[in-house]
């Protein structure tokens, strides 16, 4: 059974950091590239960070760029996000997450972990 378990959110002041941390189990990880997500309280899920599946190229959203960093650990099978100089608007629930693709390239299935609620406010 795939599993993806959330770990290390919490309340922190603005200017202060939290390190997010997912751990992965029923499945290769190795052999898949791995997201974050966050949702906000009335808005659309959006994508935070992405790591390819041997952690040589990430993706970042431009609101996070420069402060929260992705890695993974494919011995361990867990893929954090370390955020730093957290702002208000990043209060959100942060979801861990992979997709399975066809031969195409096209998403056959995706998995999401239950998320960890991130507070940032003074």
């Known amino acids: 059974e795939v599993q993806l378990v959330e770990s290390g959110g919490g309340l922190v002041q603005p200017g202060g950091s939290l390190r997010l941390s997912c751990a992965a189990s029923?499945?290769?990880?190795?052999?898949?590239?791995m997201r974050w997500y966050r949702q906000a309280p009335g808005k659309e899920r959006e994508l935070v960070a992405v790591?390819?599946?041997?952690?040589?190229?990430?993706h970042y959203a431009d609101s996070v760029k420069g402060r929260f960093t992705i890695s993974r650990d494919n011995n361990k099978n867990t893929v954090d996000l370390q955020m730093n100089s957290l702002k208000p608007e990043d209060t959100a629930v942060y979801y861990c997450?992979?997709?399975?693709?066809?031969?195409?390239?096209?998403?056959?299935?995706?998995?999401w972990g239950k998320g960890a609620q991130v507070t940032v406010s003074s």
């Open positions: 997450n992979f997709v399975i693709r066809d031969t195409l390239g096209a998403p056959k299935l995706e998995y």
């Open positions: 029923g499945f290769t990880f190795s052999n898949y590239h």
């Open positions: 790591i390819s599946s041997s952690a040589d190229n990430t």
